[in-house]
Structures are given as C-alpha cells and as structure tokens.
C-alpha cells in the first residue's frame, strides 16, 4: 500500500483505497493491548497482530490503542482481525476527518479531534479514531503522544469503577479525557486574550495585530472541531446504539453538557477576540486622527506667519516698513502674537 501526506495522493483512486493521508510524526507505529476485568489488568504491546481476533470473543474487556498511522498495512491488518469494513478503515488513514459518529450494527466508529497546549502557547491538535464494539475498544492516534496516560493508570491501577464496567464506559473515559482537554486549551487562550487586553491598553501594535490574526485562526479551527462533537455526543447521550448500556448514558449525557460548556466558552472567547479587533481598530483610527490634528493645528499656526513673511519678502523697492528703524522687531513681535492667539483660541476649545 502507498503512504501519502497529502488529499493529491488518493486523486483517481477507487473507494476503499488504504492511503495514510496527513503528517507522519516519525517513528514506527505501536500496538499495545490492555485487556482487564474486575479482578486485574495485563498491558502488553503486540510484537504481531494476528492474535489480536481473540479478544473479540472474551470475557474480559480490551483496550486495543495504536499510536501512530503511517504502517497502512498494520491497520489492514488490525482492520480484518476485527472485521472493520474498508471505508472505515479509509477513514482512519485520511486524518482530516470531521468529528462523526457512524454506527455499524457491531461496532461505533467514532472520528474526534484531540487538542492540547503546548509549550509555546500554540494549540496542537490530532485526529483520534475510536472503534467501540462488544467488549473492545480500538483507538488510533497520529502520534505516540500520550493523550489517554490518565484512563491507563486508572485501569492499571484498579482506580475508580471503570475496570466493573464494560467497553461503554472506556470508551466514554477516552472521550471525557478528550473533551477535559479542551478546557486546557480554553485556559490557555484565556490566559493569551488577558495578555493581548493589556497590549491593547498600553501598546498596541502591528505585533498586537498579528497575535489577534493568529489566535483567530486557532479558535477558528477549534471551533471545526468542535461544533460537529456536539453532534457525536448527543447521538452517544440518547442511547440509540444497543453497545451503549442504560447505566453508562448518565456519564455520556455529561459529556454531551461539557461538550455544551466547551463550546459556549469558545464562542465567548470568539465575541471577545472580535470585539478587541475592534477596538485595536478603532485605537489605530484614533491614533491618527491626534496625530493629523497636531499637525493641522501646526499648520493653521504658521498660515499667518507663513502670510506675514510673504508680504514682507516682496522684491518692491517703495515699502514704508522695509526703512523703518524698528521695522523688524515689530513683524516679529505680530508674528509671536498672532501664534499666542491662535494657541489661546484653539486651548479656550478645547482643540489643543
């Protein structure tokens, strides 16, 4: 199978072709296999997938989690150990997916978008494939990142209920640790709107103008990812799936509420970015219109000092003023005193 980067790669191409389709992160791809029940947990990475069919049939609960997209022939193979159709699989490998949930009677697959900051400020962002089915779940990442350390230390650890429960709820533990994610990255742009506010007050520039652009674009983006989560959550909240136990549609509908919170604080943040575009606007507006109103106010000054030196530097021979003794100091003197005035008149007005 080809591996591509990027959409021109698939060109021409039938339905259900393999093409690993966005950002190879370097590495070879990882297979580990976390299968627990209620007495403990056995994590183990998979040298060979091919005994991987036998969790389909088992009585504990598998958690299947492969980092790393760019090895086609691995997720092949993953694919017919657990009978995943084509186009899903298609859909795993073309990693600009938007956020969907597609129900295939024996398993969900479930397309997210998994955000986190990092340490320059700046959000990274990666597409997380979920394939939730009767008793396993399989989860693709792009990268070796580790998005879900939380859910494994909890199983591993025996904390909380989440080794009592099936299938259902890790997957809803994944999607939880996702969208828990997503209020980092809002902490983070709030956190970055509180710095562009005091910018805004004390020195805006062409520099606070371009963080605006670039924080727009972040949010922008975001916002793609999100909006189309509200959709998956609320279809998993209702309960319309039959992988989806009774018990487990309280801790879904939660995150369907904080998908909910995720998007409304979004959407604030947004309101307020627009809003300080605005003013950054209006600021710069402002700040031109001082600087043409000194210089209009210089201007109009020296109209008639520029007058008075215009009348005086004539080339005529018969001017009574030009053999006066104190000709002169007199101009200078009308000179000073028609700028005082003007200085005087433009201050009683408040223009100066």
């Given at each position: 199978?080809?591996?591509?980067?990027?959409?021109?790669g698939?060109?021409g191409?039938?339905?259900?072709?393999l093409?690993?389709?966005?950002r190879?992160?370097?590495?070879?791809?990882?297979?580990?296999?976390?299968?627990?029940?209620?007495?403990?947990?056995?994590?183990?990475?998979?040298?060979?997938?091919?005994?991987?069919?036998?969790?389909?049939?088992?009585?504990?609960?598998?958690?299947?989690?492969?980092?790393?997209?760019?090895?086609?022939?691995?997720?092949?193979?993953?694919?017919?150990?657990?009978s995943?159709?084509?186009?899903v699989l298609?859909?795993?490998?073309?990693?600009h997916?938007?956020p969907?949930?597609?129900?295939?009677?024996?398993?969900?697959?479930?397309?997210?978008?998994?955000f986190?900051?990092?340490?320059?400020?700046?959000?990274?962002?990666?597409?997380?494939?979920?394939?939730v089915?009767?008793?396993?779940?399989?989860?693709?990442?792009?990268?070796?990142?580790?998005?879900?350390?939380?859910?494994?230390?909890?199983i591993?650890?025996?904390?909380?209920?989440?080794?009592?429960?099936?299938?259902?709820?890790?997957?809803y533990?994944?999607?939880?640790?996702i969208?828990?994610?997503?209020?980092?990255?809002?902490?983070?742009m709030?956190?970055?709107?509180?710095?562009?506010?005091?910018?805004?007050?004390t020195?805006?520039?062409?520099?606070?103008?371009q963080d605006?652009?670039?924080?727009?674009?972040e949010?922008?983006?975001?916002?793609?990812?999100?909006?189309?989560?509200?959709?998956v959550?609320?279809?998993?909240?209702?309960?319309?799936?039959?992988?989806?136990?009774q018990?487990?549609?309280p801790?879904?509908?939660?995150?369907?509420?904080?998908?909910?919170?995720?998007?409304?604080?979004?959407?604030?943040?947004?309101?307020?970015?627009?809003?300080?575009?605005?003013?950054?606007?209006?600021s710069?507006?402002?700040?031109?219109?001082e600087?043409?109103k000194?210089?209009?106010?210089?201007?109009?000054?020296?109209?008639?000092?520029?007058?008075l030196a215009?009348?005086?530097g004539?080339?005529?021979?018969?001017?009574?003023e030009?053999?006066?003794?104190?000709?002169?100091?007199?101009?200078?003197?009308v000179?000073?005193?028609?700028?005082?005035?003007?200085?005087?008149?433009?201050?009683?007005?408040?223009?100066?």
């Open positions: 199978m080809a591996e591509k980067r990027g959409m021109a698939k060109a191409l039938p339905p259900e072709s093409v690993h389709v966005g190879e992160y370097g590495g070879s791809a990882k297979v580990t296999v976390l299968d627990y029940d209620a007495a403990g947990a056995r994590e183990r990475t998979a040298a060979d997938v091919a005994g991987l069919a036998a969790f389909r049939s088992a009585d504990t609960v598998t958690w299947i989690s492969v980092d790393g997209l760019h090895n086609v022939g691995l997720i092949e193979k993953i694919g017919a150990a657990f995943i159709h084509p186009l298609e859909d795993i490998l073309n990693t997916q938007r969907k949930l597609e129900d295939y009677e024996d398993y969900l697959y479930i397309v997210l978008q998994a986190a900051p990092e340490q320059d400020g700046k959000t990274a962002g990666e597409q997380v494939s979920l394939i089915g009767d008793g396993y779940v399989l989860s693709f990442q792009e990268s070796s990142r580790e998005i879900f350390k939380a859910v494994r230390e909890r591993n650890g025996g904390k909380g209920r989440i080794r009592r429960e099936g299938a259902d709820y890790l997957a533990s994944l999607l939880d640790t969208v828990d994610n997503y209020y980092l990255v809002l902490e983070e709030a956190e970055r709107l509180e710095d562009l506010e005091d910018t805004m007050v020195r805006p520039g062409q520099g606070t103008l605006i652009h670039s924080l727009k674009r949010m922008l983006f975001f916002r793609k990812a999100l909006w189309p989560l509200r959709e959550a609320g279809v998993l909240s209702r309960g319309e799936s039959h992988l989806i136990r018990t487990t549609l801790y879904y509908r939660d995150a369907y509420d904080h998908t909910i919170q995720v998007i409304d604080t979004l959407e604030t943040y947004r309101d307020i970015l627009s809003g300080m575009l605005d003013i950054y606007l209006s710069i507006s402002n700040r031109l219109n600087i043409m000194v210089l209009t106010i210089i201007s109009t000054i020296f109209i008639p000092l520029t007058f215009g009348v005086y004539m080339n005529f021979k018969y001017m009574p030009l053999e006066w003794e104190y000709g002169y100091p007199a101009v200078w003197a000179m000073i005193l028609a700028g005082l005035v003007m200085v005087g008149f433009f201050r009683r007005h408040r223009w100066l």
